[in-house]
């Protein structure tokens, strides 16, 4: 049967998508064969003059104006400074192919446009720029305007820039459709801004500056194109290498993380968005509440989705700049070259403190620079060539330093001194040979006489700052942006999954509701840790003194007790904790202390529990969770115990986790050195931590209902993870009680907190048996499948990845690293990839013998899909059954239609479609047959 392409999207080794009809309405805006001004006119001072000029007239640096035609629009002239004019729209000559218009940039008062909109649908226009004022930000009759225009937008299928923004200019074809007074050169870097200010201060910064951009966008309102999207359409611009935003409202948060994600693989993504207040954190009820900070939050987002944030415009510039220059580096180590000590010690301040590091120079390195260096050199990095340089210095250590193994990127210093010539060395730098992956920063210190030099590294695209701290602080940032990406795309380690009582977890939760209550108690919180897996202490509960002594008795002593209540939430605050009590006395005591310490109405009774002796060798750590207005679930892990408020040791990431994430999230707190091990103690068991915490995040993904969780103390040691104390929080009434599993595609119309990324979808899982007889279980794609994808293509024959991609493959590729990632780490709102797991009835190792995809459209909603089976287990009906589980998981999530090309040759796959009931034709000028089915 072999393997077969669903679609020309996923011709490509790395499966991108790249669907026309996906881009096609935001190729309309940014790459229009005709554009429609409406309210395009000749007085002096207006919006729709500077538009009407900026296509028609003015040109840009390369001397360019746009080529494609413009159409004003105006019903009192006939023509515009010299140029037709039409009244109305609906009066542009038709084209024989195609609508009259592709863009309609509207510059008319608010009132008028959706009138101005409907007249666009009439005559077929799929794409506007809504340069408009007057909308949501006049108040509740702006915003009513604004419904009535994304409703018409939407019944015609037509997509928005807008409103009140300054517009959209492509360097690439000339087209500046904004009311700006310039466009850019031409570059490689994105920009895109909620504030129409910004823009035009960056293009004037961008033309001194020598910056090129490829696409320059103001989105206004975001009414209907959003981050999202852009950052799409971005992703699949060949032009494109790396998108700056400055945000001030993330709108569609999913949508952007989406995006986000998928695209920064690919190209940086740098984002200045100003902080938000903590003040709502402050009403928390549980500790994890008071901890989390909208900002921090984020913070947590952008390094999920492997985005760098800056905090300021001139960081905004800056990196632009950088990024738009040089190579992201591939390790945090700085190498410094300066003839001067005080600017190189700066230097690495600023790094180390950035969050980079100073290279240690390889012993080579440091024999071939005493050949060369005055005796007198540093002989360490910062490489100090000493006052007196001359060119010939300079430049050997400058190469030395760059072919370096230690070094990862470069900075070079220079400080005006009589026996230095500037401009010579800045020549020799600029024409040096750069290892690939190693980026260079130059810091010509000084004032106008230092100008000539800058100019010439700024030609040879080698950025240059005034002063070495901002420099060396940019490289981290730089480090930083690589490092993001590490984090998300490294293989994490396969762990075998744990049970999970999900229907104990059900009636617990139930119970509580039906009983009116929002808090669990202590013993509940357990018994839904323990149901998904999380190690935790045993504990009893004892309604009066006896049964509190006879609970002790049976758990052993030493023992805690502590307060049983389904109202108060912080025991130890009003005494409710009594621990280390070693005999029945010292219970009745604790039990009579506590039973006085609170209102009758509060008490009902107390939790005895096996007391914990913690080693010198084990920490109290804190698992959390609460929710984020924009985010939904955040995730919490850092020092734990009575202190955690005090000392503020946490760290913030977004459900779900996988092992790798879990560690970065570890590794972000202060206590991670002592997790380590410290002063002769030994690490604790930080695989075991990883795992709890992964555990609480699908606790956490799965149990929406739940608002806040603490687990604190956590206690971690070198044999032991273990919870000893928990609180939950659910959302109040009227919310009603979801199931624990609630189908993705309900998320939106629940009323609890949404997701901000898609968890993996355990709902897709069955097992199944072959026509051999064999057990397989069909489930999602997942990160820890690499070594079982890299397996699984290693061993696929060259005529089934032919017949799958409609060409070749070399083997190295198929399974490489940067392939192979792309195929597992999967977003779930995007695409469902399944794969066929079998236990190998010899060795007993896992495998996978087959993979399908299913690839949604976002446009129309449909879907293609792909299917890719071992040669040895063809013919054992397991295609069949994975594009049948495609066609469910289609019919589950909503999805109109299921498309697919298959290769003429491929009879078997060709059979199957057939017989799932798939409608085929031959595309002759494709030579592929075309099948569908409609869900």
């Given at each position: 049967m072999g393997g077969l392409c669903a679609s020309s999207r996923l011709h490509c080794p790395l499966d991108t998508i790249m669907n026309e009809s996906t881009l096609s309405p935001l190729r309309k805006i940014f790459e229009p064969k005709s554009i429609a001004i409406i309210g395009a006119t000749e007085r002096e001072g207006t919006v729709g003059r500077a538009v009407l000029e900026n296509l028609c007239l003015k040109k840009d640096g390369a001397g360019r104006t746009y080529t494609g035609k413009v159409y004003p629009i105006n019903p009192k002239h006939s023509s515009l400074l010299g140029i037709p004019t039409y009244k109305s729209i609906a009066d542009v000559p038709a084209r024989s192919s195609g609508a009259r218009v592709d863009l309609a940039v509207i510059v008319t008062p608010a009132a008028s446009v959706p009138g101005i909109l409907r007249e666009c649908a009439a005559v077929g226009v799929r794409a506007a720029i809504i340069i408009s004022a007057g909308f949501k930000e006049i108040g509740p009759a702006g915003q009513a305007l604004e419904q009535e225009v994304l409703h018409i937008a939407r019944q015609a299928k037509m997509r928005l820039i807008g409103p009140n923004c300054l517009g959209v200019m492509n360097t690439l074809n000339g087209m500046n459709a904004t009311f700006a007074t310039a466009i850019p050169n031409a570059g490689n870097v994105a920009f895109i801004s909620q504030s129409g200010a910004l823009c035009t201060a960056i293009l004037d910064w961008s033309l001194r500056e020598n910056v090129g951009f490829s696409k320059f966008v103001s989105v206004g309102s975001m009414l209907d194109v959003g981050w999202g999207d852009l950052i799409d359409y971005l992703n699949e611009d060949t032009y494109t290498k790396s998108i700056l935003m400055y945000m001030e409202s993330i709108g569609d948060v999913r949508s952007f993380m989406s995006a986000a994600r998928e695209t920064a693989l690919n190209k940086p993504i740098i984002i200045m968005k100003p902080g938000v207040t903590e003040a709502a954190a402050k009403a928390a009820a549980s500790h994890t509440g008071s901890l989390v900070g909208s900002d921090d939050v984020l913070d947590a987002a952008f390094r999920r989705c492997g985005v760098l944030r800056v905090r300021s415009i001139t960081?905004?510039?800056?990196?632009?700049?950088?990024?738009?220059?040089?190579?992201?580096?591939?390790?945090?180590?700085?190498?410094?070259?300066?003839?001067?000590?005080?600017?190189?010690?700066?230097?690495?301040?600023?790094?180390?403190?950035?969050?980079?590091?100073?290279?240690?120079?390889?012993?080579?390195?440091?024999?071939?620079?005493?050949?060369?260096?005055?005796?007198?050199?540093?002989?360490?990095?910062?490489?100090?060539?000493?006052?007196?340089?001359?060119?010939?210095?300079?430049?050997?250590?400058?190469?030395?330093?760059?072919?370096?193994?230690?070094?990862?990127?470069?900075?070079?210093?220079?400080?005006?001194?009589?026996?230095?010539?500037?401009?010579?060395?800045?020549?020799?730098?600029?024409?040096?040979?750069?290892?690939?992956?190693?980026?260079?920063?130059?810091?010509?210190?000084?004032g106008s006489g230092m100008q000539i030099s800058r100019d010439i590294l700024n030609r040879a695209s080698i950025p240059t700052f005034d002063y070495p701290d901002v420099a060396a602080s940019h490289f981290a940032s730089m480090w930083q942006s690589t490092d993001n990406l590490n984090m998300l795309y490294a293989t994490p380690r396969y762990v075998e999954s744990q049970p999970i009582d999900r229907d104990a977890v059900k009636q617990l939760i139930t119970a509580a509701r039906h009983a009116g209550r929002t808090l669990l108690s202590e013993v509940e919180s357990k018994q839904l840790l323990a149901a998904y897996g999380l190690p935790t202490v045993r504990t009893v509960v004892a309604v009066n003194v006896d049964e509190a002594v006879q609970a002790a008795a049976e758990i052993g002593?030493?023992?805690?007790?502590?307060?049983?209540?389904?109202?108060?939430?912080?025991?130890?605050?009003?005494?409710?904790?009594?621990?280390?009590?070693?005999?029945?006395?010292?219970?009745?005591?604790?039990?009579?202390?506590?039973?006085?310490?609170?209102?009758?109405?509060?008490?009902?009774?107390?939790?005895?529990?096996q007391m914990v002796n913690k080693s010198d060798e084990s920490y109290e750590l804190i698992l959390g969770s609460s929710i984020d207005a924009q985010f939904g679930p955040v995730l919490l892990v850092g020092a734990g115990g009575q202190l955690v408020e005090v000392f503020k040791d946490r760290s913030l990431g977004l459900?779900?986790?996988?092992?790798?994430?879990?560690?970065?999230?570890?590794?972000?707190?202060?206590?991670?050195?002592?997790?380590?091990?410290?002063?002769?103690?030994?690490?604790?068991?930080?695989?075991?931590?990883?795992?709890?915490?992964?555990?609480f995040s699908q606790l956490v993904v799965e149990q929406r209902w739940i608002k806040e969780i603490d687990i604190n103390p956590l206690v971690v040691g070198p044999d032991c993870v273990i919870a000893l104390d928990a609180r939950v929080v659910l959302h109040p009434l009227p919310h009603p009680l979801p199931h624990p599993l609630p189908h993705p595609a309900s998320q939106t119309a629940a009323p609890l907190p949404r997701l901000a990324i898609r968890p993996y979808p355990h709902q897709y899982t069955w097992q199944w048996q072959d026509k051999m007889g064999e057990m397989l279980t069909i489930r999602p794609i997942s990160p820890e499948d690499e070594p079982l994808m890299r397996k699984f293509h290693a061993n696929v024959s060259e005529y089934s990845i032919y017949l799958r991609y409609f060409h070749a493959i070399a083997l190295a590729e198929r399974i490489s690293h940067e392939r192979l990632l792309r195929l597992c780490f999967v977003d779930y709102d995007r695409q469902i990839a399944l794969v066929v797991e079998r236990n190998h009835p010899s060795s007993g190792e896992r495998d996978i013998v087959g993979v399908g995809r299913l690839i949604k459209d976002?446009?129309?909603?449909?879907?293609?899909?792909?299917?890719?089976?071992?040669?040895?287990?063809?013919?054992?009906?397991?295609?069949?059954?994975?594009?049948?589980?495609?066609?469910?998981?289609?019919?589950?999530?909503?999805?109109?239609?299921?498309?697919?090309?298959?290769?003429?040759?491929?009879?078997?796959?060709?059979?199957?479609?057939?017989?799932?009931?798939?409608?085929?034709?031959?595309?002759?000028?494709?030579?592929?047959?075309?099948?569908?089915?409609?869900?």
């Open positions: 960081d905004l510039f800056h990196m632009a700049e950088v990024l738009a220059k040089q190579p992201r580096p591939l390790g945090p180590n700085l190498t410094i070259v300066t003839n001067a000590g005080g600017p190189g010690v700066i230097a690495s301040d600023a790094v180390i403190t950035s969050g980079g590091k100073i290279s240690t120079l390889a012993p080579d390195t440091l024999t071939a620079l005493n050949q060369v260096l005055p005796a007198a050199w540093s002989h360490n990095n910062p490489i100090d060539v000493l006052g007196d340089a001359d060119f010939e210095r300079y430049v050997a250590a400058t190469e030395m330093a760059l072919n370096d193994p230690n070094t990862d990127g470069l900075l070079v210093i220079l400080t005006p001194q009589a026996m230095t010539d500037p401009a010579k060395i800045a020549e020799a730098l600029a024409k040096a040979k750069k290892p690939p992956q190693k980026p260079i920063l130059a810091s010509w210190m000084g002593y030493p023992v805690v007790v502590k307060l049983h209540s389904h109202t108060i939430t912080h025991k130890t605050d009003i005494g409710g904790v009594k621990l280390n009590l070693r005999n029945a006395d010292a219970v009745r005591e604790a039990f009579a202390a506590i039973h006085a310490a609170v209102p009758a109405a509060d008490f009902l009774g107390v939790a005895v529990q459900p779900p986790l996988n092992t790798n994430l879990a560690r970065r999230m570890i590794e972000r707190t202060r206590i991670y050195d002592a997790l380590k091990g410290v002063r002769g103690r030994r690490p604790v068991n930080l695989a075991a931590v990883e795992q709890a915490l992964v555990q976002s446009l129309d909603g449909s879907a293609e899909w792909a299917i890719l089976i071992s040669d040895q287990c063809q013919r054992h009906g397991i295609g069949s059954a994975l594009l049948s589980r495609l066609i469910d998981i289609g019919r589950a999530e909503g999805i109109p239609r299921l498309e697919a090309d298959i290769l003429p040759q491929n009879a078997g796959m060709r059979a199957v479609a057939q017989k799932l009931g798939f409608a085929s034709r031959y595309d002759p000028d494709e030579q592929v047959m075309r099948v569908t089915l409609d869900l």
